[in-house]
T-cell receptor, first 114, second 113 residues
Framework: AQSVTQPDIHITVSEGASLELRCNYSYGATPYLFWYVQSPGQGLQLLLKYFSGDTLVQGIKGFEAEFKRSQSSFNLRKPSVHWSDAAEYFCAVGTPYNNNDMRFGAGTRLTVKP | DGGITQSPKYLFRKEGQNVTLSCEQNLNHDAMYWYRQDPGQGLRLIYYSQIVNDFQKGDIAEGYSVSREKKESFPLTVTSAQKNPTAFYLC????????????FGQGTRLTVV
């Protein structure tokens, strides 16, 4: 079965600084990859997703992610972080067969310093 | 507006009681899911349903039960057999097919007192 690892439990960045959140997946074929964001006590919202094609994916709120097959990674990036970006971020991996087998990483909590 | 509504937002349960968490969606999605979220563990799948009157166990179904009598509704019962029920529970729905976006409710925080 597929799996996903988010190596960083907690990251702190200064407002205006760039951000990169790491995600590594394990799956034998090309996976479906997602990044979700969760504000405290709330549900998850989709930031972006990758299925095929261009390996650089643009999402909402100025986020982007790059799929690197050779590194089994799907890192999330943002050039300039805003205080409102403070939240928990989840990477998820699914298969081309069905959504029932989607696996979520443990999450990375982002703190933004003023 | 279309979306998923979970209720209640906070729920307290005494030891040995069953409690039911509500999940309703008006997105006309066929598939619905229940996840459990614990700190540092991400989301773990409890049950899912791809169609009315059918549902399947996820990775951590023990101590939980569900029903899917209507397309819009997918309630989760946390039974007394669930030994550690204190957690944040999330309901989600998707269209049928692989790779479609999951829409999540706002969650229910269950605490055993």
């Amino acid at each position: 079965a597929q799996s996903v690892t988010q190596p960083d439990i907690h990251i702190t960045v200064s407002e205006g600084a760039s951000l990169e959140l790491r995600c590594n997946y394990s799956y034998g074929a090309t996976p479906y990859l997602f990044w979700y964001v969760q504000s405290p006590g709330q549900g998850l919202q989709l930031l972006l997703k990758y299925f095929s094609g261009d390996t650089l994916v643009q999402g909402i709120k100025g986020f982007e992610a790059e799929f690197k097959r050779s590194q089994s990674s799907f890192n999330l990036r943002k050039p300039s972080v805003h205080w409102s970006d403070a939240a928990e971020y989840f990477c998820a991996v699914g298969t081309p067969y069905n959504n029932n087998d989607m696996r979520f990483g443990a999450g990375t909590r982002l703190t933004v310093k003023p | 507006d279309g979306g998923i509504t979970q209720s209640p937002k906070y729920l307290f349960r005494k030891e040995g009681q069953n409690v039911t968490l509500s999940c309703e969606q008006n997105l006309n999605h066929d598939a619905m899911y229940w996840y459990r979220q614990d700190p540092g563990q991400g989301l773990r799948l409890i049950y899912y349903s791809q169609i009315v009157n059918d549902f399947q166990k996820g990775d951590i179904a023990e101590g939980y039960s569900v029903s899917r009598e209507k397309k819009e509704s997918f309630p989760l019962t946390v039974t007394s057999a669930q030994k550690n029920p204190t957690a944040f529970y999330l309901c989600a729905s998707t269209e049928q097919g692989a790779g479609t976006e999951a829409f999540f409710g706002q969650g229910t925080r269950l605490t055993v007192v």
